[in-house]
């Protein structure tokens, strides 16, 4: 006989107390199946997950704010973790060049795979665009090659220039690596770093350099800090010269360099009247572009 199917038929549902409507009828507020509902087990699962996922951002952030190498119990006071949690995190980090243990310590630094990250953060943020016209401007000005550098993981990076309008002129490559030991641009990156990075570029300075004063290196270093730009006259390449001065994020990080740059016979060699307006030139140029970028990131 055809008609509805009957109580026997229908698949089974769970179904919960009757509550009254309105009408004063009452009805049936149908439940989904057991199955369909995520289980105690799957939420623990999704509530561990994110923790452990914070937790490694946490660790990771302690690397960026930091101003030297990281261990374990240190960072375990500072996040409240336990030292076994940290250790794991470190390890699946390590294991991944993301950190990286320094050699005779029991301390972390950030690892060669950084590198990558920061390179795909460069791309998003574009700063080339940002600096552009006061990468012009700069070049007007001084009618030197104005170059743009950036800090990636342990080395810097050109990312733009603008080349001098004269015959004679310094033109860099984009994209090489180059150390932070060597050459203004570097330098003026550097001496803003954390301590760490400062010991490891003497390091591999001296690795190639045996006769490196490391006294003397270090003073350098704090003589930019103190002046707000860094110089080099036929230091990486013969016949070169260049200013540099550096720029910083909303956080006073540096992030990389402004640079006027060309042939050493066109340099002062010593601090005159000159040499001071054109290193003025440089570090104005490296203000206006950490401006840039806090404008940019407050909105």
Do not use: C
């Amino acid at each position: 006989m055809y008609g509805s199917l009957s109580g026997t038929d229908r698949a089974p549902r769970t179904v919960s107390p009757h509550v009254p409507l309105q009408s004063g009828r009452m009805a049936r507020m149908v439940m989904p199946p057991s199955h369909n509902r995520p289980s105690a087990r799957h939420l623990a699962e999704t509530s561990t997950g994110t923790e452990s996922a914070d937790r490694v951002a946490d660790v990771l952030l302690a690397f960026a704010q930091s101003d030297r190498a990281l261990g374990v119990s240190e960072i375990a006071r500072r996040l409240h973790l336990s030292k076994a949690v940290v250790h794991r995190i470190l390890q699946s980090l390590a294991s991944r060049s993301i950190v990286q243990p320094m050699a005779g310590e029991s301390t972390y630094s950030l690892g060669p795979a950084a590198i990558g990250l920061g390179t795909k953060a460069w791309s998003q943020l574009d700063v080339r665009t940002i600096a552009a016209p006061v990468l012009r401007a700069l070049r007007a000005e001084t009618r030197e090659t104005a170059t743009l550098s950036a800090l990636v993981g342990h080395r810097r990076v050109y990312l733009d220039q603008y080349e001098s309008p004269q015959e004679v002129k310094m033109v860099v490559e984009i994209g090489p690596q180059y150390p932070l030991h060597s050459g203004a641009s570097s330098r003026a990156i550097l001496a803003f770093l954390p301590e760490h990075f400062a010991v490891e570029a003497l390091g591999e300075l001296s690795s190639s350099n045996p006769d490196t004063d490391a006294d003397a290196f270090f003073s350098r270093l704090a003589e930019i800090r103190d002046l707000g730009y860094a110089t080099s006259i036929n230091e990486r390449k013969t016949g070169a010269a260049s200013i540099a001065a550096p720029f910083f994020d909303g956080a006073a990080h540096v992030l990389g360099s402004v640079s006027s740059s060309g042939p050493a016979f066109r340099y002062s060699s010593t601090a005159d009247d000159e040499h001071f307006a054109h290193a003025r030139q440089v570090v104005n140029a490296a203000r206006s572009i950490t401006h840039l970028l806090e404008a940019r990131a407050a909105r």
